[in-house]
């Protein structure tokens, strides 16, 4: 499968995707984690990114959809892939719709995560990620890890990321409205979105998510 997830930063993408990423073998791509992965290896597009990324900025899409690229066509996406956090904007998503039709692919699904802007700003605001690897993502009281301020996966540190901070938050939930909401329009006159409410447990989010996925029963 080839799915796209989208919803405000906080959404709980990341969280969703980890499961979903596993349960359908497929991996899960995010341009979030490729671009943090670059900025703790001090690579030129990490040193790029990061501006960008500090002030709840998009980083501009020259790198970002040629770094997304390149991670799609890594041999583990052959079969399927999870995209989080790309396509972010309607020039990256015609950017995709370009790459999957020189292959002959297509999407199967975009899975659009609804939650109050509240509800976010309360996410944002107690999430803690791992340094050694941002995918793995804790809450101070949500998702509480073992251990204080220790990941549970792979005992690396956990920290409170640089945009996380209150007012780098308002500037990005105003580019996800500007920039990126957009994108949903653009997949809903194909008939791809999937709108799933994202607030409860994320048990429960993820049973939604696995039911909204499932085929109806003419196969589509
Ligand atoms: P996104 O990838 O959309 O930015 P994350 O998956 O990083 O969002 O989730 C944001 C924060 O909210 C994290 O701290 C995560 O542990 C927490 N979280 C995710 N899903 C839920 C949920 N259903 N209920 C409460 N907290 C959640
Ligand atoms: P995320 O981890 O998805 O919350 O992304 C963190 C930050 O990385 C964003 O605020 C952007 O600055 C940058 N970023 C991630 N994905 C993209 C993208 N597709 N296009 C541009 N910037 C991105």
């Known amino acids: 499968m080839r799915i796209v997830l989208v919803g405000p930063p906080g959404a709980g993408k990341g969280t969703q995707a980890a499961f979903l990423a596993k349960n359908l073998s497929i991996p899960h791509i995010?341009?979030?984690?490729?671009?943090?992965?670059?900025?703790?290896?001090?690579?030129?597009?990490?040193?790029?990114?990061?501006s960008y990324m500090d002030a709840g900025n998009l980083v501009p899409d020259e790198v970002t959809i040629g770094m997304a690229k390149d991670r799609m066509e890594k041999p583990?996406?052959?079969?399927?892939?999870?995209?989080?956090?790309?396509?972010?904007?309607?020039?990256?998503?015609?950017?995709?719709?370009?790459?999957?039709?020189?292959?002959?692919?297509?999407?199967?699904?975009?899975?659009d995560l609804e939650v109050p802007k509240e509800?976010?700003?309360?996410?944002?605001?107690?999430?803690?990620?791992?340094?050694?690897?941002?995918?793995?993502?804790f809450h101070v009281t949500y998702s509480q890890p073992k251990k204080e301020g220790v990941c549970d996966v792979c005992g690396g540190e956990l920290y409170q990321r640089d945009d996380d901070s209150q007012e780098t938050v308002r500037k990005r939930l105003d580019v996800y409205h500007t920039q990126?909401?957009?994108?949903?329009?653009?997949?809903?006159?194909?008939?791809?979105?999937?709108?799933?409410?994202?607030?409860?447990?994320?048990?429960?989010?993820?049973?939604?998510?696995?039911?909204a996925l499932k085929p109806d029963e003419d196969g589509k």
């Open 76 to 111: 583990d996406a052959e079969n399927g892939f999870l995209l989080d956090g790309f396509p972010r904007n309607v020039s990256q998503a015609e950017a995709l719709d370009e790459m999957l039709q020189s292959e002959s692919m297509k999407l199967d699904a975009v899975l």
């Open 119 to 137: 509800e976010v700003v309360k996410r944002i605001a107690g999430r803690r990620i791992c340094r050694r690897d941002s995918s793995h993502v």
């Open 30 to 50: 995010s341009t979030g984690d490729l671009f943090r992965a670059n900025i703790s290896q001090q690579t030129e597009l990490g040193k790029l990114a990061k």
């Open 180 to 211: 990126t909401e957009p994108i949903i329009d653009y997949y809903k006159a194909r008939g791809l979105v999937v709108t799933v409410s994202a607030v409860g447990t994320v048990e429960d989010v993820t049973t939604c998510v696995m039911e």
